[in-house]
């Protein structure tokens, strides 16, 4: 079965960076559509980006305004989400989520798009 799990999360100060991993496997099909959500308590799922695996290029949310990019290493199945220039309000549990259905379009860049994969998380904080 299909797992996704998120690392390189941790605490840094604003202004600092990091790198999300996500190591995807038990693929069924050859691409996918994965993207980058976060989430803090009591507020709505909030999409980052998403690329499609079949090499588009990434896509993302007006909110992370550049300071964010989504790159894959395909050899080793990972999604990556490296974080520049980070802000306290950048503060959230980031998760990675992949679906082999979608199209990958900015129609999915939305809360609502119900992926069929997630991983379980890793939690940023910025001070």
């Known amino acids: 079965h299909v797992q996704l799990v998120e690392s390189g999360g941790g605490s840094v100060q604003a202004g600092g960076s990091l790198r999300l991993s996500c190591v995807a496997s038990g693929f069924t099909y050859s691409t996918n559509c994965m993207a980058w959500f976060r989430q803090t308590a009591g507020k709505e799922r909030e999409p980052i980006g998403l690329l499609h695996t079949g090499g588009d290029t990434p896509i993302y949310s007006d909110s992370i305004a550049g300071r964010f990019t989504i790159s894959a290493d395909y050899t080793n199945d990972t999604l990556f989400l490296q974080m520049n220039s980070l802000k306290p309000e950048d503060s959230a549990m980031y998760y990675c989520?992949?679906?082999?259905?979608?199209?990958?379009?900015?129609?999915?860049?939305?809360?609502?798009?119900?992926?069929?994969?997630w991983g379980q998380g890793t939690q940023v904080t910025v001070s």
């Open positions: 989520a992949a679906d082999p259905f979608l199209v990958c379009s900015d129609y999915d860049l939305s809360p609502l798009t119900n992926f069929a994969y």
